[in-house]
């Protein structure tokens, strides 16, 4: 198992940035592909980013596409997540998650370990 813990979140003004970090528990973090979620009320949590073991190929939202990017570190056991040009509807408590090794589909349903949040908050 994989223990997650995400930090980084806040509060910033539309435009701004902000660089989300995952740290994993355990020795083998680069066995387990890593995905970000968000969630805002009222909504359903939803796929935002993902990335496979090695870090060689990576998967976007339409939403985030070409604002925000995933990366992995494994040496640090560590996924971060940096989010440029936000928006007010990027507000979200955004989620850390884990499957090991590959990516089978990018919903929910796809990732076995979650983190427990944090927020982001998007002023206009």
């Known amino acids: 198992q994989v223990q997650l813990v995400e930090s980084g979140g806040g509060l910033v003004q539309a435009g701004g940035s902000l660089r989300l970090s995952c740290a994993a528990s355990?020795?083998?973090?680069?066995?387990?592909?890593m995905g970000w979620f968000r969630q805002a009320p009222g909504k359903e949590r939803e796929f935002v980013a993902a990335?496979?073991?090695?870090?060689?190929?990576?998967y976007y939202a339409d939403s985030v596409k070409g604002r925000f990017t995933i990366s992995r570190d494994n040496a640090k056991n560590t996924v971060y997540l940096q989010m440029n040009s936000l928006k007010p509807e990027d507000t979200a408590v955004y989620y850390c998650?884990?499957?090991?090794?590959?990516?089978?589909?990018?919903?929910?349903?796809?990732?076995?370990?979650w983190g427990q949040g944090t927020q982001v908050t998007v002023s206009s």
């Open positions: 355990g020795r083998t973090f680069s066995s387990y592909a």
């Open positions: 998650a884990a499957r090991w090794r590959s990516i089978v589909e990018l919903t929910t349903q796809g990732f076995d370990f």
């Open positions: 990335i496979s073991l090695s870090g060689g190929t990576t």
